[in-house]
C-alpha cells in the first residue's frame, strides 16, 4: 500500500479539527515554531508560524535568498463542518443528560445522527494565574443523536428538516461533564473550542479510495504539506497557508481574510532588507495555487454535472472555474497549471457547474484581496461533500502531490 496513503488516512483519523492539526504540525522536528513573539527570518530554514491554534502558516527559505526573489504560495483549509458545543451546553434530567450544539458550515445534518460520536478541539483551563491551552482528542465514542423512527415522525423519509435547536442535541453518558471526562479540575474550564466529531478513524478502501472524516479540505492541506516539507527552494521562497474558517466565509483573524498572508510577505520583506521596487518585483514574480476539493460526478445523479466540464474519483487533480470569480482560475494561471502537470506527465481535469446552478467557493480570491498575485484554483475530485465520512481517490492524492511537489521545487 502506497506510504501517502496511510499517512492521509493516520493524519484524517488525528486531525479531527483544525486545533488538532494544528498541534500535530507542531511537534514535527526541523520545523522553528514562530507563536506570538516574532523575530527576523534566516536563509535554509522551515518556519511554523502558529495564528490562534487552529491556523498556520509555513516557510522555507532557500539557501540564498536575493532581494526581490518572489514566492510560490499553497493556500488551503483546516476546517469542516462540524457541530460546536455552546458555551453553557449540558443538558441535564432525571432521565437523560444531552449536549447542546450549534451548527458550524453547511454539514449534511442528516450524515451526523445515529452515529458513534466524540469530542475534539480545545479547552483553556487555569492554571494558577495564567490559562493554559489544552489539545482535546477523545478516542472512544460517547455521544450520538439519534433520529427519530417513521412510526413516530412520519416525513422522516420524505424530506424531513432538522431543526438545530431541538434535533441536534446528542446523548450523552448520564454522569458526563467536561471536568471528569477530560480529566481536569472542577471548576478550572474558563473556555473552550469543542466539537463533536465522528468517533471513526479514515479508512483505505482497497486500492482506490479513501472514507474519512474532513477530507473537505484536509486533503488539500496534507497534500501541500507533503510537497512543502520535501520540497529545496530554489529561486523562489515556498509559503504554505491552512487557514480556519474557510467554511462560515474566511472573515475571522485566523481566516483568509485576515492579514496574515500579507504580515507573512512583510516579515519576509523586512528580513531580507527587500525594498518597495523589490516589493513589487517578487509580487510579480509569484504564484499562488488555492487548494479546496472539487465535486466529483456522483453515479446516481449524473444530471447535476455539466455535461462538458465534469470530473471523477482517481482521473486528476481538477482546475475549478467560475465566471463570476468564487475561484481564481482564469486562461493564463490555468495554462500555467496545465504546463506544470504536463511537465511531470501528470493528469488533470476541469470543472464547471452547470449554468442553472449556483457552485460554492473558496479562499483564493478572499486572500488575494489583501496582495494581488495570480492564482489558480485546483482541488482533488470527491463524493459526499460536507458528509460526516467522505470519499476521495487514492491515485488523486498521489499525483496531486507529484504535482505541488513539482511547484514547489521550481
Excluded at 492564482?375 to 507529484?402: N, Y
Aim: hydrophobic share 40%; glycine share 6%; proline share 4%.
Amino acid at each position: 500500500m502506497n506510504k501517502e496513503i496511510t499517512e492521509l488516512a493516520d493524519c484524517l483519523t488525528k486531525s479531527k479539527t483544525a486545533y488538532n492539526f494544528v498541534d500535530e504540525l507542531s511537534h514535527r522536528q526541523g520545523i522553528k515554531i514562530i507563536d506570538g513573539t516574532y523575530s527576523t527570518l534566516s536563509a535554509d530554514q522551515t518556519y511554523l508560524v502558529k495564528i490562534s491554534s487552529s491556523t498556520c502558516i509555513l516557510i522555507k527559505t532557500p539557501r540564498q535568498v536575493t532581494k526581490g526573489m518572489g514566492f510560490n504560495i499553497f493556500a488551503a483549509h483546516t476546517d469542516s463542518p462540524a457541530l460546536k458545543l455552546k458555551p453553557h451546553f449540558l443538558l441535564k434530567d432525571e432521565h437523560y443528560t444531552r449536549l447542546s450544539t450549534e451548527v458550524y458550515g453547511g454539514p449534511i445534518i442528516s450524515s451526523w445522527l445515529d452515529i458513534p460520536l466524540t469530542l475534539a478541539g480545545r479547552i483553556l483551563i487555569k492554571d494558577g494565574e495564567t490559562t493554559t491551552e489544552k489539545i482535546i482528542n477523545l478516542k472512544e465514542p460517547l455521544f450520538t443523536i439519534p433520529n427519530m423512527p417513521p412510526h413516530l415522525e412520519t416525513n422522516i423519509n420524505k424530506g424531513f428538516i432538522y431543526n438545530p435547536q431541538i434535533d441536534l442535541l446528542a446523548l450523552a453518558p448520564k454522569d458526563f461533564s467536561l471536568e471528569k471526562y477530560l480529566d481536569v479540575p472542577e471548576n478550572s474550564i474558563l473556555g473552550h473550542d469543542l466539537f463533536l466529531v465522528p468517533a471513526m478513524d479514515a479508512k483505505i478502501i482497497g486500492d482506490d479510495f479513501i472514507f474519512a472524516n474532513r477530507i473537505d479540505d484536509l486533503a488539500c492541506v496534507y497534500v501541500g504539506l507533503k510537497a512543502f516539507i520535501n520540497s529545496v527552494p530554489q529561486d523562489k521562497i515556498n509559503i504554505l497557508c491552512c487557514f480556519d474558517n474557510e467554511e462560515v466565509g474566511s472573515r475571522t483573524k485566523q481566516g483568509a481574510d485576515s492579514t496574515h498572508l500579507n504580515d507573512m510577505l512583510d516579515l519576509i520583506y523586512e528580513s531580507f532588507d527587500y525594498s518597495q521596487v523589490d516589493k513589487l518585483n517578487a509580487l510579480a514574480h509569484s504564484f499562488m495555487i488555492s487548494a479546496d476539493n472539487a465535486h466529483a460526478v456522483n453515479p446516481n445523479h449524473i444530471e447535476k454535472f455539466d455535461s462538458l466540464n465534469k470530473t471523477y474519483l482517481n482521473e486528476g487533480v481538477v482546475i475549478k472555474y467560475n465566471a463570476n470569480q468564487s475561484y481564481t482560475s482564469d486562461g493564463l494561471s490555468s495554462a500555467y497549471f496545465k504546463s506544470l502537470c504536463q511537465s511531470i506527465d501528470a493528469p488533470y481535469q476541469e470543472f464547471a457547474n452547470r449554468s442553472d446552478m449556483r457552485g460554492g467557493s473558496t479562499l483564493g480570491n478572499i486572500a488575494l484581496s489583501h496582495v494581488s498575485i495570480p492564482s489558480v484554483d485546483i482541488g482533488l475530485p470527491q463524493l459526499a461533500m460536507h458528509s460526516t465520512m467522505e470519499v476521495l481517490g487514492q491515485k488523486d492524492v498521489v499525483d496531486a502531490i507529484r504535482i505541488i511537489s513539482a511547484y514547489f521545487n521550481r
